[in-house]
């Protein structure tokens, strides 16, 4: 069989459905990554606009652009989108599109798995967005601190709608994170063993175990809130023996790795860039690796300080202080890493490198600020102050956006096959750098002069109002920039200049593609040799045969050193998964009115379920009863 | 009571510091091997935490204050506990044995019996839960307060805390799974020091006296507590979380040296599997060796390979002396010495006696030019 | 660095490349070789999570509490709970019987065994009903009713996915055809099973031995 | 106005020993945090220039064994400076935290959404001050805030005499302070507490102990009887309308606790939670529709004829 062949075998093979029930049954690694990715992307823009009408409504005292009621629900939803439905699912979806195709496989391991989530995402995100355009968006905070978010201060389906919400995309990033992770313990291309996977699969890795151990927090904290607005439990009832606290223990022992989740991956690109344009290993790659665990492993230990304003035990905020300053030390490595790579490389000038700049100039500051905000005294002024809105800005904005913007980039041709156009993007650099700068700098300040968080106004006489206006300014600079990029990334999908398989001269097997990839991904799955496999291919580098090309079979590696161990047929595009979605959505979208939802919704998810795992012919090997 | 426990506590920490040392140092005697230095500075350091948890003023102090009885048990699971395990006593201890009761004690260590129950007892999800379970269960209210009125109780919920605390790490360190099973330990400190903190959380914000012997001899009985739960939460976690991106460097250390295994077994693996594409098979093994498959065939003749070897393809060639050399590309080793893989190939054509004196294959003067093709020929063979 | 222009065709020959040919290899693997494998523990990561975190509220509402369970707050009747434990403990034999049957693949032992599973389980559901309903307080009667509910509708849920998980497989293993890679699944769906009945064995032992084991604790 | 606010609200400007150690941090952390910023960015510029100017990538082994000697050196000092600061952080943590309960004065601060009630502990049921959105400090005494809330969490935060603690429903908050600069000092909820967050101010009195225990001594006198005819209407008015439904005032029969006490009202310098000067207009506007000035404010809007209106305000005038 020669290539040309190969190639149409498993074309039809790994073939893409297409159409409407393409769309529903689709469940090829690339489709649901780019899905995640797009609509992040606008989500990313809805909150964007919202954050731009708070922005105005901030711009001067006494204002009257939007109502104090609306302005709840506007930065309630920033907040929610931003995190829930921006930030993780468009990391995850990076990590779906990308760890496969940087691992050297054809699918990841549970691809259905990876479609349940997809449609569960947008059903929730769809879900949030009704609510804000009927006027029942919540508004007690993405926080929702009870007893504000309780059925006694919040009557009305608002509280429910955000509940509903976070059940929703939290399954969804479940999922995602079991998929990730299976796939990269066991679908590593023969020769890539754990100590010379990319950083970017390690961030996913560390990321996807980060997401398995605190969402189910905070699916519990939102299952308890949510009955007890229904069905008047009393988790947070004082009054029959609940408890307030319980629920800020709960939220952020979820909410602080929450951050992890998000600038892990930040990080890990950063790493890919940095390498990737200065043509030079990453320096210290051990202590990269164990820089992302122990991140993710003080992430857990440290949520408390989230709570210094609530009196807690007095002994205990010395210790709190001294966890939270200890994960300073990894991020430190990473920084120290990076200026020395860049040091020794040598470092090619193209747009994504200047994305790699800001974020060090920007993030630099968040983390510092960071440091201040863990010494209690210190916090206990600047905490719930605009100067915790400029810190976590920095960090996230600082540490994931740009990062994650300078990525696509990067990655733009393996997306589109196209590039995207650098003078535009070197634009659109500028101008989020310049726009960021000037909307959160001045937050700083603003906070030090006393201004609170969540505020829907203020008085003219406070002094507060010319950084604002400042700071508003710098918003719609910043929004400028964003609406380049989208724009950049539209026009380029059409019209860019012709990529080729590697435009970048890149190192990780990604790279050994065509752009964009085709269904099957790899026509010969490659072996590995070392940590940047694109950059000492050897001419005989051995490649992979024997896979099967008339079903979707792909190679199971062992997980410590990736020694092909046995096949795996992954399964064809099918409707159950999106069927599973929809039924728990009807059962948990229905539970906001009455909770019988939740049964009904249990069985018809069942009815999918079945679907989804009953085996279909043809069958092999069958297994004969012995006597 | 008290004191018959201390000084059976001195009298055992005294026998195995005896027991430890005159087995190393009869280790050290026999070979240059075995127990290391550190691994011994390892055992004393931990032997004296032993010491000061159990014999100096903590173990006065603790009766009236809980977070140093917290500290002290600290000290004994996560301090002593790994680092004795890291002395690898069981070695030491056997060595320090006499002659006959070290026989005995391998006899016994051997029966199929007490292999099954070692293996049993050690398994890394067992040692994980027994030792999650005797934590949490001595943290009962009413087992802890038993264990503060009663001494010899007390020694028992210190023993078991020890012993656990070492079984586990044990298991995790040097348990059956060895370096192979780093990621699994990992997997496994982590979840124990979530369920640690956990612990130290729930004490740390209880707004009760969990044990009330303590709120009889302090009026901050309730700060008390919470300087042992965070004690038990924030210190330890950062032990359990440098102990566990150790046993991960190690875990990615080994990951490597097992890659660069199996890339040769791999590669062993490809050659062996040529034989449906015979072009490539050649063309790969001329690419690997830098050698010409067919003047290697005319050259094998002409160093006269074929009066020991039986080699496919060439006619004659079906001596027994040596090995016969079909199928090499498939085989582990080369004249049982060295990996297989084109360098050593070409080697050992070259000078067998400079890899093996005792080797029976004599060095024959092939050039290396005639070796690369003589080797070319040997790796394209079925 | 230059742009390196589209190649008619994209991907390499093979020709003069070394090949892994991996077409030998089996089809399926137990343990943590199989990919599902992962799955089935992080789902049980996942799941073990979130019931630590209810038992955490449980510890951490009680601490909060002066009387813990409220006065007049009756469980079900011990001799009911205890029951359904009991029954969820005795299906670990047939579990583990099945199991091991599973690794080489004898069907026969396997069928007979997930029958008595499925049978012991139905039997569970049903104490767990009966539990249900003589309960003797409501989750919105306080707090303590709240958690102790939570627990149990958590717990049901997964009781409840169990039972059907284990007859839709033993009908799938006499209507058949069975494969081999199914023992696989087999063993999997074993394990989500022991989860089950070790998580409910945990909550149920907090709630039911409260007063026996915090009985010491006082308030300050 | 501008009088009324005269100091600014912010933790920079100190006006007692907890602030001024909390501000003395700050500047410890701005100082060194500020060097670090700047040797990194000077690092990352050399980098950035060496690395531009390269023909290619170093690769060599000499650049690995400086880079990671690089790495451990900057690492380390990090390590050094963090714990540096977390000794200082600690070391003012234990300052501001006194461990002794020696204080004079005991007020209870109870939030509401979305205004404050204060109350001066008295061990005599009848000595007890309430007021509200104004706590009034005798200056250098040390005081002992109990931090309460009634329905949702608030969070008091006085910058300029310490950091802000939470009001959590069923928990006592306890803040002690101390201020020794006499002024007004401007204090605002720090928590989302829901739609009128934004206008839950607050004014901190620091006045000399004089001028203080004066203040007290009038606030414990009940509200005096109408002299005239108008002011007799207007509590008439206010007797038989609905603010009895949720106002008190000492001395008649209004005793509602859902909003604040009106007994001192005149006294006051702001109206609905510290957002309007207690003028005479303010007043009238404020009993007339608050929902306009502050929109979702519990108080309903109140339709009154024009001269019950002006008799009411008139009667509250005298509420002093």
């Given amino acids: ?482 609406l380049l990029f989208v724009l950049n990334a539209l026009i380029s999908a059409r019209i860019g200049v012709i990529a080729g398989d590697d435009p970048w001269g890149g190192a990780d097997l990604e790279w050994a593609t065509a752009s964009p990839p085709p269904a099957y991904n790899f026509l010969y799955v490659p072996t590995v040799r070392d940590r940047y496999p694109l950059w000492s291919m050897e001419p005989d580098q051995p490649l992979v045969t024997g896979l099967a090309t008339d079903r979707r079979e792909i190679l199971v590696t062992k997980l410590m050193d990736a020694e092909p161990d046995h096949l795996y047929e992954t399964p064809d595009p099918s409707i159950s998964p999106t069927l599973v979605a929809l039924g728990a959505g009807i059962g948990i979208i229905a539970a906001i009115f009455n909770p019988w939802g939740v049964p009904i919704g249990f069985v018809l998810a069942g009815l999918g379920l079945l679907g989804w795992f009953w085996p279909k012919p043809p069958h092999k090997e069958l297994l004969e009863p012995q006597p | 009571m008290r004191l018959i426990w201390n000084l059976l506590v001195v009298l055992c920490m005294t026998a195995s510091l005896g027991l430890y040392f005159r087995g190393l140092a009869r280790l050290r005697a026999r070979s240059d091997r075995g127990i290391r230095w550190w691994e011994a500075s390892a055992f004393a350091l931990g032997w004296f935490t032993i010491g000061i948890a159990l014999l100096s003023p903590i173990a006065r102090i603790s009766d009236v204050l809980f977070s140093v009885h917290m500290t002290q048990h600290e000290l004994l699971m996560l301090v002593a506990a790994p680092l004795i395990v890291a002395g690898r006593p069981m070695i030491a201890g056997v060595w320090g044995l006499g002659e006959d009761a070290r026989a005995r004690f391998l006899a016994v260590s051997r029966a199929p019996a007490f292999l099954r129950a070692w293996h049993a007892m050690t398994g890394p999800f067992t040692v994980l839960i027994v030792h999650a379970v005797v934590l949490w269960a001595w943290h009962i209210p009413r087992a802890f307060e038993w264990a503060l009125h009663n001494p010899s109780v007390h020694a028992m919920q210190h023993l078991m805390f020890f012993i656990t605390a070492a079984l586990f790490w044990w298991a995790l360190i040097h348990g059956r799974y060895g370096r192979v099973g780093y990621g699994v330990a990992v997997f496994f400190v982590f979840a124990t020091a979530m369920h640690t903190s956990l612990l130290g959380v729930l004490l740390t914000f209880a707004r009760h006296v969990w044990y009330p012997t303590y709120a009889a001899h302090t009026p901050h009985a309730l700060e008390d507590q919470q300087l042992a739960g965070l004690i038990m939460w924030i210190p330890a976690g950062v032990i359990f979380m440098l102990i566990g991106l150790a046993l991960f460097a190690a875990w990615l250390g080994e990951s490597e040296r097992r890659a660069r295994i199996v890339t040769m077994l791999v590669l062993a693996f490809v050659l062996a599997r040529c034989s449906d594409y015979p072009s490539e098979r050649v063309a790969s093994a001329e690419h690997l060796t830098g050698g010409n498959v067919d003047r290697g065939k005319q050259e094998i003749r002409q160093y006269g390979c074929a009066s020991c070897h039986t080699i496919p393809g060439i006619p004659g060639a079906d001596a027994t002396v040596g090995p016969p050399l079909d199928k090499l590309s498939a085989r582990g080793y080369l004249g049982g010495r060295l990996a297989n893989n084109p360098a050593n190939l070409l080697l050992w054509i070259r000078a067998p006696q400079s890899v093996d004196p005792k080797s029976a294959m004599p060095n024959v003067g092939v050039t290396d030019r005639d070796a690369r093709d003589i080797a070319a020929y040997l790796y394209s063979l079925k | 660095m230059t742009l390196t222009p589209p190649a008619a065709d994209t991907t390499p020959a093979p020709i003069g490349r070394r090949l892994v040919d991996v077409s030998s290899l089996p089809k399926f693997a137990f343990g943590h070789r199989d990919p599902l494998w992962w799955g089935v523990w992080l789902l049980i990561c996942i799941e073990g999570t979130m019931f630590v975190m209810l038992a955490a509220s449980y510890v951490y509402l009680r601490g909060n509490s002066s009387q813990w369970p409220p006065a007049g707050a009756a469980n079900a009747p011990l001799a009911v709970t205890a029951s359904t434990v009991a029954l969820l403990l005795i299906s670990i034999i047939p579990t583990a019987i099945a199991f091991r049957a599973a690794l080489d693949g004898r069907l026969r032992v396997i069928q007979l065994n997930m029958v008595l599973v499925t049978l012991i389980s139905i039997a569970a559901a049903g104490t767990r009903w009966l539990e249900l309903t003589s309960i003797g307080y409501n989750w919105n009667s306080h707090a303590y009713g709240s958690v102790v509910w939570g627990f149990y509708f958590m717990h049901t849920f997964h009781l409840v996915s169990g039972v059907f998980e284990n007859l839709v497989f033993t009908a799938l293993l006499f209507i058949g055809p069975v494969e081999k890679k199914h023992m696989v699944d087999m063993r999997l769906s074993a394990i989500y099973w022991l989860f089950v009945v070790v998580a409910w064995t945990l909550l149920w032992g907090l709630f039911t031995f409260d007063s026996l084991l915090f009985r010491n604790s006082i308030i300050s | 106005m501008r009088l009324l606010f005269a100091t600014f609200q912010s933790p920079l400007h100190p006006a007692g020993p907890y602030a001024r150690a909390i501000e003395r941090l700050w500047w410890v952390f701005f100082a060194i945090t500020a060097v670090i910023y700047v040797l990194m960015l000077i690092g990352f510029a050399l980098a950035v220039r060496k690395g531009a100017r390269r023909k290619q990538a170093d690769l060599s082994d000499e650049a690995t064994r400086s880079g990671a000697r690089f790495i451990t050196i900057a690492l380390s000092a990090t390590t050094v400076i963090l714990i540096g600061l977390l000794f200082t952080s600690i070391a003012t943590g234990r300052d501001i935290s006194p461990v002794d309960d020696k204080v004079t004065r005991e007020i209870k601060i109870t939030g509401h959404q979305w205004w404050w009630e204060v109350q001066y502990a008295e061990a005599r049921p009848d000595m007890i001050v309430e007021t509200a959105n104004e706590l009034h400090l005798p200056v250098g005494e040390r005081v002992k805030l109990i931090l309460d809330s009634d329905d949702v969490i608030h969070s008091l935060w006085i910058p300029n005499l310490h950091g802000k603690r939470d009001l959590i429903p069923g928990y006592d908050g306890v803040l002690t302070l101390t201020a020794d600069k006499t002024g007004t000092y401007r204090a605002q909820c720090a928590e989302f507490c829901g739609l009128q967050h934004a206008k839950m101010a607050f004014l901190v009195i620091v006045e000399p102990k004089a001028d203080f225990e004066r203040w007290l001594t009038a606030q414990r006198l009940p509200a005096p009887f109408p002299k005239t005819a108008d002011q007799q209407h207007g509590q008439q008015v206010f007797l038989t309308s609905t603010c009895v439904m949720c106002h008190a005032i000492k001395g008649t029969s209004a005793g509602a606790r859902t909003g604040p006490d009106l007994t001192h009202l005149a006294s006051r310098r702001t109206l609905g939670a510290g957002i309007l000067p207690n003028t005479l207009g303010n007043l009238h506007g404020w009993i007339a529709n608050a929902q306009t000035i502050k929109p979702g404010v519990l108080m309903p809007p109140n339709p009154l004829e024009p001269n019950d209106l002006h008799a009411l305000v008139a009667y509250l005038e005298t509420l002093q």
């Fill in chain 1, 1 to 482: 069989m020669n290539d040309q062949e190969l190639h149409l075998r498993l074309s039809a093979t790994w073939h893409k459905p297409t159409g409407l029930w393409g769309w529903l049954t689709d469940n090829h690694h690339t489709t649901i990554g780019k899905r995640f990715i797009i609509t992040a992307f606008v989500f990313f823009i809805l909150g964007g606009i919202e954050a731009l009408i708070m922005r105005t409504q901030l711009a001067l005292p006494e204002n009257h652009v939007v109502s104090n009621d609306l302005y709840n629900q506007l930065f309630t939803t920033h907040g929610s989108t931003m995190m829930f439905l921006f930030a993780v699912p468009v990391m995850e979806g990076l990590g779906l599109y990308f760890v496969p195709l940087m691992i050297g496989t054809r699918q990841m391991a549970f691809p259905r798995l990876n479609q349940f989530a997809y449609f569960s995402y947008l059903i929730g995100g769809v879900l949030l967005y009704v609510g804000l355009f009927g006027n029942f968006g919540p508004d007690a905070g993405w926080f929702a601190y009870t007893p504000l978010s309780g059925p006694e201060f919040s009557p009305g389906k608002r509280v429910d709608v955000w509940a509903q919400m976070i059940t929703f995309t939290e399954m969804a990033a479940l999922g995602g994170a079991v998929s990730i992770i299976a796939t990269v313990f066991k679908h590593r291309a023969p020769g890539m063993s754990l100590n010379r996977m990319p950083l970017f699969v390690w961030g996913q890795l560390v990321t996807s175990f980060m997401i398995i151990f605190a969402m189910p927090s905070v699916m519990v904290a939102s299952g308890m809130l949510a009955t007890d607005r229904l069905i008047a439990t009393h988790f947070f009832n004082k009054a029959e023996g609940g408890d307030n606290l319980l629920w800020q223990h709960l939220f952020w022992f979820f909410g602080h790795p929450e951050v992890y989740i998000i600038f892990i991956p930040g990080t890990t690109m950063m790493s890919t860039l940095v390498s990737a344009f200065t043509k030079r290993p990453n320096f210290g790659y051990l202590g990269m690796v164990l820089s992302l665990i122990a991140t993710g492993f003080i992430g857990f230990g440290v949520w408390v300080h989230h709570m210094f304003a609530t009196g807690l035990p007095q002994l205990g905020l010395s210790f709190f202080t001294a966890s939270s300053v200890l994960i300073t030390i990894p991020t430190a490595f990473q920084f120290f890493s990076w200026l020395t790579t860049l040091w020794h490389g040598k470092i090619h000038f193209h747009s994504p490198i200047l994305y790699s700049f800001s974020f060090i100039v920007i993030f630099l500051i968040g983390g510092l600020t960071g440091v201040m905000l863990a010494s209690v005294p210190l916090d206990w002024q600047l905490h719930d102050t605009f100067f915790v809105v400029a810190h976590f800005h920095y960090v996230l904005i600082g540490g994931a956006i740009f990062p994650l913007l300078g990525a696509l980039t990067y990655w733009f041709p393996k997306l589109t096959g196209r590039l995207m156009n650098e003078k535009l993007s070197v634009v659109t650099v500028s101008l989020l750098f310049v726009g960021f700068n000037v909307t959160f700098f001045p937050m700083h300040q603003l906070g030090l002069m006393g201004m609170p968080r969540r505020v829907y106004t203020y008085l003219p006489n406070l002094g507060w109002t010319n950084l604002n206006l400042l700071a508003t300014v710098g918003a719609y600079i910043f929004g400028l920039g964003s």
